[in-house]
């Protein structure tokens, strides 16, 4: 059996970037009685969040429970400037590891704005990078997107300008700007996925299409992971989405001479490494 790696699957630069952020000031604070939080996971991968915890790193749900005088990191997926007024009058100190490409997308939103126009961010609107590029600019002016349908509601509009969650999948992108183009006279698309979703995507895919199986790594919580596992499942009706190597079943391979594999942007490249040797064991 042969069992092959997407060229481009595990950690990206803004998660590796995030993570270095985190050890380093784990590392800094560690003896000095403040603790370090998140709002949230690090990054959507439960083995990496229990791991982070175990070096102190404290990962909360609600503002409310950060401490005055603590740190609190902000993730790769940004925050909302509303969030973080209230962190700042508590006398939090801020580390930002805001990934610079949704940085990219938080500053083209205000951009749109300012020019006059209705601003659309095409993303799932309960992920915290969506809240956070949607919150930078005042509720009346903008509205967040899932899908064709809901863009079919909109109302006509001048001018409407786009933004896109930097993890979207382009084929939903454009099955909703196509329904853009009759809801106003002016239409402008800001790509903002990021460079690193779209390599990641092209080579599932490609990959997909080649083998008998295809296994997806990474969090089930994680938007990124769980895009490329819908694209390699159009591809290949044999894909398995899973978090770890214990998830993985031999009867899956037992027709199989050929096998993919690929990993999320927040998936370890040792949890690759592991369901990859896992699988070529059952060959042996
Ligand atoms: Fe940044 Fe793209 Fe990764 S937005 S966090 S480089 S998936």
Redesign the pocket.
Same mark, same amino acid.
């Given at each position: 059996m042969e069992v092959g790696v997407a060229k481009y699957s595990g950690y =990206?630069?803004?998660?590796k970037r995030?993570l270095s952020i985190v050890e380093k000031t784990l590392d800094e604070y560690s003896r000095s009685g403040k603790g370090v939080y998140t709002l949230g996971s690090v990054i959507h991968n439960p083995g990496v969040s229990k791991k982070l915890s175990s070096m102190g790193l404290l990962s909360v749900k609600d503002p409310e429970d950060i401490k005055p005088e603590s740190i609190l990191i902000i993730r790769?997926h940004g925050m909302s400037p509303r969030i973080l007024r209230y962190l700042l009058q508590k006398n939090i100190k801020i580390i930002d590891a805001t =990934?610079p490409?949704?940085k990219k997308a938080q500053a083209k939103v205000k951009k749109l704005e300012n020019q006059g126009y209705f601003v659309l961010v095409i993303g799932n609107r309960g992920h915290p990078e969506v809240i956070g590029i949607k919150e930078q600019l005042d509720d009346r002016n903008v509205k967040v997107i899932e899908n064709s349908i809901e863009a079919s509601d909109l109302d006509f509009k001048k001018k409407i300008g786009v933004v896109i969650q930097?993890?979207q999948t382009a084929d939903r992108v454009k099955s909703i700007t196509s329904v853009l183009i009759d809801k106003c006279e002016e239409l402008l698309i800001c790509n903002t996925i =990021?460079d690193?979703?779209k390599k990641r995507q092209e080579t599932a895919k490609e990959l997909s299409k080649k083998v008998d199986v295809m296994v997806i790594v990474g969090g089930k919580n994680s938007a990124?992971t769980t895009h490329l596992a819908d694209i390699s499942l159009s591809q290949n009706k044999s894909t398995y989405h899973i978090e770890s190597f214990n998830e993985i079943d031999q009867e899956w391979f037992k027709k199989s001479d050929k096998v993919g594999i690929s990993g999320g942007?927040s998936t370890p490249k040792k949890d690759i490494i592991d369901i990859k040797k896992t699988i070529e064991s059952f060959d042996s």
């Open positions: =990206c630069f803004g998660v995030a790769s =990934c490409f949704v930097t993890t =990021c690193t979703t990124n942007a």
